[in-house]
């Protein structure tokens, strides 16, 4: 399933904001799932669920670079929710696989 979120910045870290763009009731976040985030300077970029539980979930981002041309690298982030129904919280990087 794909689910749609805008971020409050232009890049994810520790305490930045996820809405989701998708209607109330649309179900529940499951493992596999692709995550479209429109990030506030109008770039967007697909991640995928490699984890959804009821308190948290692991969200793997792909490399991107923002509006300004910076190059934001790959990163797989720790979700909580966010305090209200469609918020999440991104609380914390998680170690990347070594190649």
């Known amino acids: 399933m794909l689910w ?3 971020a409050n910045n232009t890049h994810l870290y520790p305490g930045a904001l996820l809405r989701s763009l998708d ?3 649309k179900g529940a976040l499951s493992a596999g799932d692709a995550l479209l985030v429109e990030f506030s300077d109008g ?3 697909s991640g995928q669920l490699l984890h ?3 308190n948290a979930a692991v969200l ?3 490399a991107y670079r923002t509006r300004r ?3 934001v690298a790959a990163r797989s982030w720790r979700l909580v929710p ?3 129904p469609g918020l999440v919280r991104v609380q914390t990087p ?4 070594s190649a």
Do not use: D, E, I
């Not at 998680?94 to 696989?97: D, I, N, V, Y």
């Open 94 to 97: 998680l170690p990347t696989a």
């Open 23 to 25: 209607a109330p009731g």
């Open 69 to 71: 041309q910076t190059t």
């Open 4 to 6: 749609r979120f805008s």
């Open 52 to 54: 959804a539980g009821p």
């Open 82 to 84: 966010g305090g209200t």
């Open 43 to 45: 770039v967007a970029a």
């Open 60 to 62: 793997q981002m792909p």
